[in-house]
């Protein structure tokens, strides 16, 4: 079996205008990758790390979902899921609705997903953000769009840990 040239590939999928990416270079992001498919791991290992992002991979959802709890644990999380929607074991939909519910649970900001899927049927994308994912992009994925999304998505949560910082109820000192 040949070896996959995961800058080829790049190559081949890139369109002949590429959008531009609309974050600086030196912001880098800790990311989980949700992905049963070895080819769409590598192209989307090759495009985030090219950019300095470190990426964990899980195989399933149900495995992504215990990497999720176990950075949290060590407070350590993810800056942003990369979730597919079709894989064994446990599917990303159900992941998603796990990790939003654990969230919920332990009062934590929403960690954003994006879902990722190879069909692009009309209802997709709602179905994916009515499970609580934050984007929907279908493979392959194109470097441009990957980036832009975990880009205004990462933007967004800190926001709104700044937000959070700064509207904490005051704390009374008793002497």
């Known amino acids: 079996m040949p070896r996959l040239n995961p ?3 790049i190559s081949a999928l890139e369109p002949n205008t590429v959008s531009p990416v609309s974050a600086p270079n030196d912001v880098v992001f800790n990311i989980l990758l949700a992905e049963d498919n070895t080819v769409s791991q590598a192209l989307a290992v ?6 300095g ?9 149900s495995l992504a979902v215990e990497s999720f709890k176990a950075r949290v644990q060590v407070n ?7 979730m597919d929607i079709s894989m064994p074991f446990m599917g990303g939909m159900e992941a998603t609705e796990l990790i939003r519910a654990y969230e919920m649970h332990k009062g934590l900001l929403p960690t954003p997903i994006i879902a990722l899927t190879a069909h ?3 209802g997709d994308r709602e179905q994916c953000l009515q499970a609580g994912m934050d984007d929907h992009i ?3 994925l194109r470097r441009g769009e990957l980036l832009n999304s ?10 709104l840990a700044q937000q959070r910082l700064h509207h904490r109820p ?3 000192m008793t002497t």
């Open 150 to 159: 975990i880009n205004n998505l990462a933007g967004w949560r800190a926001q």
């Open 53 to 61: 992002h470190t990426v964990e991979i899980t195989e399933n959802g």
């Open 120 to 122: 692009a049927m009309i």
């Open 138 to 140: 279908t493979k392959p």
């Open 7 to 9: 800058s080829a590939l």
């Open 170 to 172: 005051p704390t009374f």
């Open 76 to 82: 350590k999380p993810f800056d942003i899921i990369l």
């Open 46 to 51: 090759k495009i985030l790390e090219k950019y």
